[in-house]
């Protein structure tokens, strides 16, 4: 859809527009009236071709050369704007206080923010801008100056090309093309935030990937009765028993076969936008970029054609050695009789030798 070319002439005084019904009325001056006050009760932005306009029964006799006279007139006085559609003429609506605004526009002024307001909301760069409107540097810095002043237009900065002078309409958002999405801020690049939405989101994934069992009663029970010696060999051979390099993550078992309950980008574009974590309303589109980077560092994994993710079970790394943390580092992460530590039980924080060995190394 293209914008007609602003008009050279200084367009006349605006005229008050009252809701005048069409009958009765009979004076070019109240039937424009009557049709700027019908397409302005239409939701803004709403573009009319020539049969609606015809539609409201207010042009007598449908008369085609009626209403391209009423429409001359309400674009000269800046209530209406002329566009093409299809290679057809129709018009969009102008609030009142912003034709004001624009009938006190020079005319490069005018030319200037015709171009900008046809970028929407991608805006334009400077350099495009001063080729469209073929005005002198000069020239044009001091119409977009005068326009910014007049808050009418606005700068704004492009994720991936921060040091170009960009311009858009002041009473428009820029798109995710221009800020970058949730994940930017003042056009920076927010890790803290993507890192804080990835672990959630993995961790999202592996509580629909992997099935935690329980531990057992009998073993609640026993450890109560179990013996400091008793508590310390089964350690001893729990560790024994892994050996080096045995998968930490053995609580993680896989779900029974055919099992169809991982999360899709959809389930968990709801789930985090339910958690309240982001202050904004996430899209599907971002997620699914938020979870193509965790598919690509191997934390995560496409399965049932792309359709659905499931959490990749991390163990060793490349040379065999368990991957480690600053938990799995301390013997509480470790420890294989963790389940029964309590206080005053035969294993217990306060006389863990084991972690009196690990704070003095």
């Avoid at 221009?178 to 961790?203: A, C, I, K």
């Avoid at 306060?350 to 972690?355: A, L």
Wanted: charged share 30%; hydrophobic share 35%.
């Amino acid at each position: 859809m293209d914008i007609a070319s602003p008009a050279e002439e200084v367009p006349a005084k605006d005229e008050d527009v009252t809701m005048t019904e069409p009958s009765g009325v009979s004076s070019p001056k109240e039937l424009r009236n009557a049709l700027y006050a019908r397409c302005a009760s239409f939701e803004e932005g709403h573009v009319f071709n020539q049969d609606e306009l015809f539609a409201f029964d207010i042009i007598p006799d449908n008369s085609l050369e009626q209403l391209l006279a009423y429409t001359r007139q309400l674009a000269k006085d800046g209530l209406f704007k002329l566009m093409t559609k299809d290679g057809k003429a129709c018009w969009k609506v102008v609030k009142r206080a912003d034709a004001i605004k624009y009938r006190s526009l020079s005319q490069e002024e005018a030319l200037v923010f015709s171009y900008i307001e046809g970028a929407a909301r991608e805006g334009i760069w400077s350099k495009i801008l001063r080729s469209k409107t073929n005005l002198h540097m000069t020239t044009m810095n001091r119409a977009v100056k005068s326009l910014e002043n007049k808050n009418m237009i606005k700068a704004v900065k492009i994720v991936k090309y921060p040091n170009r002078k960009t311009y858009m309409l002041a009473k428009l958002q820029p798109s995710e093309n221009v800020t970058g999405g949730p994940f930017y801020t003042d056009g920076v690049l927010d890790e803290e935030f993507v890192h804080q939405m990835s672990l959630w989101t993995e961790r999202y994934v592996i509580g629909r990937s992997w099935w935690h069992p329980p531990l057992p009663e009998h073993t609640r029970k026993s450890s109560s009765k179990m013996t400091q010696e008793q508590a310390e060999e089964l350690r001893a051979a729990e560790l024994r028993q892994r050996g080096h390099g045995r998968d930490r993550s053995k609580a993680m078992l896989p779900m029974h076969p055919g099992y169809r309950g991982h999360p899709t980008l959809s389930e968990v574009t709801r789930a985090i936008n339910g958690s309240g974590l982001s202050g904004v309303t996430m899209k599907e589109s971002e997620m699914g970029q938020l979870l193509d980077i965790l598919c690509w560092d191997g934390r995560l994994e496409k399965i049932r054609h792309g359709k659905a993710y499931r959490a990749v079970k991390q163990v060793n790394g490349e040379d065999g050695v368990e991957l480690e943390n600053g938990l799995t580092e301390s013997p509480c992460g470790r420890c294989p009789v963790f389940e029964f530590c309590e206080e005053g039980g035969p294993v217990n924080a306060r006389s863990c030798e084991y972690f009196q060995e690990w704070l003095q190394f």
